[in-house]
């Protein structure tokens, strides 16, 4: 079952933060985030996992509630090079797998 | 340099052929995965391994059948049973199930039934 991403689009000036969302009926071992451009492979963002571990490698904080299942991405004074679809991936369970919402598609505007 | 590389890039179909998509990884990973990507859509799940000659459904595997004989490869084939299989196809990997490293994609194919 697919986590549920929201908004689905959202829109900002260059400077604005935003807020997405990520929620789960599922018990998570983890929350991962990637941005997708058009046309291109995902790329990984960060990765939250349980007990509250985190590993990224960009400008771009998250936060994960284990009891919630839910997980939020902050990004704080945007650029322009934020522009994208945004999606989470969820591990649980027994399985294992990696699965992800429908995504979030923000637009930074000059 | 360590990548995960698909083949064809773009590839068209006529209806009723199987066409198999390639996925080539030499990070040494463990698990790969298969995704599904309709225009404007999230990333679904079609297929996914942890390990060689084991591999299990995803959300949308029916028309879909997968192998993992090298820990290396991951082909994908889609099959005439699928009913609407023009989409972009990505495949990725991970050292473990994607518990807690992150997934490396491939650049994807896209594929088009004519």
């Known amino acids: 079952q697919q986590p549920v991403q929201s908004p689905q689009a959202v829109i900002l000036r260059e400077g604005e933060d935003a807020v997405i969302n990520c929620s789960s009926s599922?018990?998570?071992?983890?929350v991962h985030w990637y941005r997708q451009k058009h046309g291109e492979a995902p790329v990984f963002l960060m990765i939250?996992?349980?007990?509250?571990e985190q590993k990224g490698h960009e400008k771009i904080s998250a936060s994960f509630n284990e009891k919630k299942q839910q997980s939020s991405l902050y990004l704080t004074a945007s650029q322009l090079s934020y522009s994208g679809t945004y999606f989470c991936?969820?591990?649980?369970?027994?399985?294992?797998?990696?699965?992800f919402g429908s995504g979030t598609q923000l637009t930074v505007l000059p | 340099d360590g990548g995960i590389t698909q083949s064809p890039k773009y590839l068209f179909r006529k209806e009723g052929q199987n066409v198999t998509l390639s996925c080539e990884q030499n990070?040494?990973?463990?698990?790969m995965y298969w995704y599904r990507q309709d225009p404007g859509q999230g990333l679904r799940l079609i297929y996914y391994?942890?390990?060689?000659?084991?591999?299990q459904k995803g959300d949308i595997a029916e028309g879909y059948s997968v192998s993992r004989e090298k820990k290396e490869s991951f082909p994908l084939t889609v099959t005439s049973a699928q009913k609407n299989p023009t989409a972009f196809y990505l495949c990725?990997?991970?050292?473990?199930?994607?518990?807690?490293?992150?997934?490396?994609f491939g650049q994807g194919t896209r594929l088009t039934v004519v």
């Open positions: 990725a990997s991970s050292t473990t199930g994607g518990m807690n490293t992150e997934a490396f």
């Open positions: 599922k018990a998570l071992y983890s």
């Open positions: 939250l996992l349980k007990g509250g």
């Open positions: 991936g969820t591990v649980s369970g027994s399985a294992r797998q990696l699965t």
């Open positions: 990070l040494n990973h463990d698990a």
């Open positions: 391994s942890q390990i060689v000659n084991d591999f």
